[in-house]
């Protein structure tokens, strides 16, 4: 167990709405990530941060910002969730070299 | 646009084979690479890594590395119905300390 916890696990929202997704862990590690799964797409890394208020941009970053003010949480927001935001997010922690994920966010956009 | 390619599947394999699962990629710089197994709405969990050229076992699944053709495989012997899942490649990014993961092969073992 990686003690990375996400939440809300689940959530349907409307067009428009802003919605923020909460990565907490337990170990202190210094590398944070946030990938989202689609079918036929695997996992897509959105945005990293590698330490407080350090954070760089994935290749799917338009449209969600990240906010790293403490270590152990790393919160990936979505200014205005539109319908191709629908998918599951996962957020993971590095340990030497390996990532370790948390059990997923699904979000349904409406 | 860093890739790495995966047959979707997908792969069907009765009991007790050898299941070969198989990934390219195209960035030359990449260093590490891992094979992950996600089931049906769980997340993904590390099962190899590799790093050097040539193969590496443990246990069932043996990893391949063949840094010059740009491939990875995974061998999973004596299959099991528990090892349906999807396989998801992922190697290591040259510009960031972050992994490009592949879409995922199916694997099916068929009891």
């Known amino acids: 167990d990686a003690g990375i916890t996400q939440s809300p696990r689940h959530k349907v929202t409307e067009t428009g709405t802003p919605v923020t997704l909460r990565c907490h862990q337990t170990?202190?590690?210094?590398?944070m990530y946030w990938y989202r799964q689609d079918p036929g797409h695997g996992l897509r890394l959105i945005h990293y941060?590698?330490?407080?208020?350090?954070?760089d941009k994935g290749e799917v970053s338009d449209g969600y910002s990240v906010s790293r003010s403490k270590t152990e949480d790393f919160l990936l927001t979505l200014e205005s969730a539109t319908s191709s935001q629908t998918s599951v997010y996962f957020c993971?922690?590095?340990?030497?070299?390996?990532?370790?994920f948390g059990e997923g966010s699904r979000l349904t956009v409406l | 646009q860093k890739e790495v390619e995966q047959n979707s599947g997908p792969l069907s394999v009765p009991e007790g084979a050898i299941a070969s699962l198989n990934c390219t990629y195209s960035?030359?710089?990449?260093?590490?690479f891992f094979w992950y197994r996600q089931y049906s709405g769980k997340s993904p969990e590390l099962i190899m890594f590799?790093?050097?050229?040539g193969d590496k076992e443990d246990g069932r699944f043996t990893a391949q590395l063949n840094k010059a053709s740009q491939y990875v495989s995974l061998l999973i012997r004596d299959s099991q119905p528990s090892d349906s899942a999807t396989y998801l490649c992922a190697v290591t990014d040259t510009g960031r300390r972050a992994l490009t993961f592949g879409s995922g092969t199916r694997l099916q073992v068929q009891p």
């Open positions: 941060s590698y330490g407080v208020k350090d954070t």
């Open positions: 590799i790093y050097s050229n």
């Open positions: 170990e202190n590690h210094r590398y």
């Open positions: 993971a922690i590095e340990d030497t070299g390996e990532l370790f």
């Open positions: 960035d030359r710089g990449s260093q590490s």
